[in-house]
């Protein structure tokens, strides 16, 4: 099953990246992308990526659009550092 598997991976990802956004908008923001996998039908991660960037660049627009918008820049790095990617 590489399909589930590229999802979920992706899921993990991202969630990963907003480890340090309160539990209610990260609950929220991953439940949203998980939904909208579903109903696009994104399947492998190229297809996901292209319709949503990479975790990270996601990550990004959801901090910006989360209720709670504090956060260091050191918790951004070590939240990207998790998954793999650079910062910056």
């Excluded at 999802?7 to 991953?30: F, H, S």
């Excluded at 996601?58 to 989360?66: C, I, P, V, Y």
Aim: charged residues 30%; contains cysteine.
């Amino acid at each position: 099953m590489k399909i589930v598997d590229e999802q979920e991976r992706y899921m993990m990802d991202l969630a990963a990246c907003l480890a340090k956004m309160p539990e209610a908008d990260r609950q929220d923001a991953l439940e949203f992308y998980q939904e909208y996998l579903a109903d696009a039908g994104l399947k492998t991660r190229s297809d996901i990526e292209a319709a949503l960037g990479t975790p990270r660049t996601l990550s990004r627009k959801s901090w910006r659009t989360s209720s709670s918008k504090i956060i260091s820049k050191p918790q951004i790095k070590q939240a990207h550092d998790q998954v793999g990617e650079p910062f910056g």
